[in-house]
């Protein structure tokens, strides 16, 4: 008997004196699972609630791919632990695999030759160009030069480009694709003169552009979208083209947020604040602004494209208002995670192709080309036959 004790009594302190790390690890982990599970929450909610009503859900939205994947790997910490929460997580995750899809496509399609272009397929390319910068320049060539060319190597039948102008005269941005002879529409409030910097919207199309107009202004200095419709044979397709309002960042804010200089700086909490200051600005500015687009998108008589910068996530208010009734090309044919923008570790898609009812989405492509601090993104579309 006493042998039975003694070994009951080692029994004893080994499974409650052995796990004593763990344990603590376990409730340090409960924390972060139920922090993080909250900002996930949150981060669902901000393509819902408008910004300027609640800005701070805004927040977890920008950087909604980093919270789901930490969700991910909490999750699978309570399933090598065999813990219960681990059906919570799963049902979190689950609940936000719809929002998770926008930010990224697996791959599943089989490899077989490239499909040739269909007569009717077509080409919509949209491209922030950055003014046509020229440290983007190479090859001998004007970074204009380079991105006509790789408009014209892509058979694009229409282009949407937001910041267009730069330095160039109007002309010189007239005549940039000469040998496809496209038709152009441009804002009437957005000439320029030579020598005059200009960040404006233009669309160029091969086919007939038999209408245009610019969205009201919102009391900015610039246009943030424009229209055109489009006649293709015998239907007509209206395009938007969007800019939406800039997140203010300016290049300063990039190279410290890419640096990581945060981490040790001092001076952290106040240049946080001053950075996210300005976010919460623009996302203020950007809702009214996606509200008027889907106004405008709602009214066309014609199937519709719109394309465009909107300076925003997946997650966003802006984007969920500006889609609403439409589809996403990427999220119907794209592949991988496809980030637009160049900076910041190319983590953010921000521009964008969507489409109504009657067009269909062929294929979806985002360039590596980097001519600009955006990447170009374009769509194979097929009108659907009357």
């Not at 109504?356 to 601090?373: I, W």
Request: proline share 5%; net charge neutral.
């Amino acid at each position: 008997m006493e042998d039975y004790g003694y070994y009951q009594k080692k029994a004893r302190r080994q499974r409650s004196g052995a796990p004593l790390a763990v344990r603590i690890i376990d409730i340090v982990m409960l924390v972060l699972t139920v922090l993080c599970t909250l900002l996930l929450v949150a981060a669902y909610l901000a393509a819902y609630i408008d910004p300027r009503k609640a800005w701070i859900f805004a927040f977890p939205g920008l950087v909604f791919p980093a919270i789901y994947v930490a969700e991910v790997l909490l999750g699978l910490w309570w399933v090598v632990r065999w813990k219960k929460y681990a059906f919570g997580v799963a049902a979190v995750l689950l609940l936000g695999i719809g929002a998770a899809g926008r930010f990224y496509r697996p791959d599943l399609r089989k490899r077989y030759a490239e499909p040739k272009p269909s007569r009717s397929e077509l080409v919509v390319m949209s491209y922030n160009v950055m003014g046509f910068n020229n440290r983007f320049a190479g090859e001998g060539k004007p970074t204009v030069q380079l991105i006509a060319d790789l408009v014209n190597a892509n058979n694009t039948d229409i282009v949407c480009f937001q910041e267009l102008g730069g330095d160039l005269s109007k002309p010189a941005v007239n005549s940039f694709i000469p040998d496809l002879k496209y038709y152009k529409a441009f804002p009437y409030e957005l000439e320029w003169s030579e020598g005059s910097y200009f960040t404006g919207l233009g669309i160029y199309s091969r086919y007939p552009i038999v209408a245009s107009g610019l969205l009201p202004a919102d009391g900015s200095d610039r246009a943030f979208s424009m229209w055109a419709d489009i006649r293709i044979q015998r239907d007509t397709v209206r395009v938007f083209n969007n800019h939406l309002n800039s997140t203010y960042i300016d290049n300063d804010d990039i190279d410290y947020l890419s640096s990581l200089k945060f981490v040790s700086e001092e001076r952290t909490r106040a240049r946080f604040s001053e950075i996210a200051g300005k976010l919460r600005e623009s996302y203020m500015r950007r809702a009214p602004q996606a509200e008027l687009v889907a106004e405008y998108v709602a009214q066309s008589p014609y199937p519709v494209v719109v394309c465009g910068d909107f300076n925003d996530t997946p997650a966003s208010f802006a984007y969920r208002r500006v889609t609403h009734g439409l589809r996403d090309a990427f999220v119907e044919k794209g592949s991988g995670t496809s980030g637009t923008y160049d900076r910041l570790f190319n983590m953010f898609r921000i521009d964008y192709i969507l489409v109504s009812e009657g067009v269909e989405v062929l294929h979806y492509y985002t360039f590596d080309n980097v001519y600009s601090d955006h990447m170009p993104v374009a769509a194979g579309l097929e009108l659907a036959a009357e």
